[in-house]
Nanobody, 117 residues
Framework: QVRVAESGGGLVQAGGSLRLSCATS????????MAWYRQSPGKQRELVAR?????????IYADAVKGRFTASRDIAKNMVYLQMNSLKPEDTAVYYC?????????WGQGTQVTVSS
């Protein structure tokens, strides 16, 4: 069983920064990737960033966050991070961490990020 838990959300003014953390525990062998998603009210959940663990941690980003967000991983701590800079009101959403395995994915409960204008 894999457990995933996000933290670090909050309220920030436009132009500010936040760092989200994702703690994972359990059997992490054969993991494919770790990803961050977000979901705003009335919208579908969308991919923000994905770290391809089997490809040397190659990371891809959604166009909307390129150059502003950075995803990273601490292998020793089983942690994944999302550094978010130059935040915009349109970044307001619940952010979710996902651990991707061949057998399926495991989601955390999400953390709210609110960016005020």
């Amino acid at each position: 069983q894999v457990r995933v838990a996000e933290s670090g959300g909050g309220l920030v003014q436009a132009g500010g920064s936040l760092r989200l953390s994702c703690a994972t525990s359990g059997t992490m062998s054969d993991i494919n990737a770790m990803a961050w998603y977000r979901q705003s009210p009335g919208k579908q959940r969308e991919l923000v960033a994905r770290i391809y663990i089997l490809s040397g941690d190659r990371t891809i980003y959604a166009d909307a966050v390129k150059g502003r967000f950075t995803a990273s991983r601490d292998i020793a701590k089983n942690m994944v991070y999302l550094q978010m800079n130059s935040l915009k009101p349109e970044d307001t959403a619940v952010y979710y961490c996902n651990a991707e395995f061949p057998r399926g994915g495991y989601w955390g409960q999400g953390t709210q990020v609110t960016v005020s204008s």
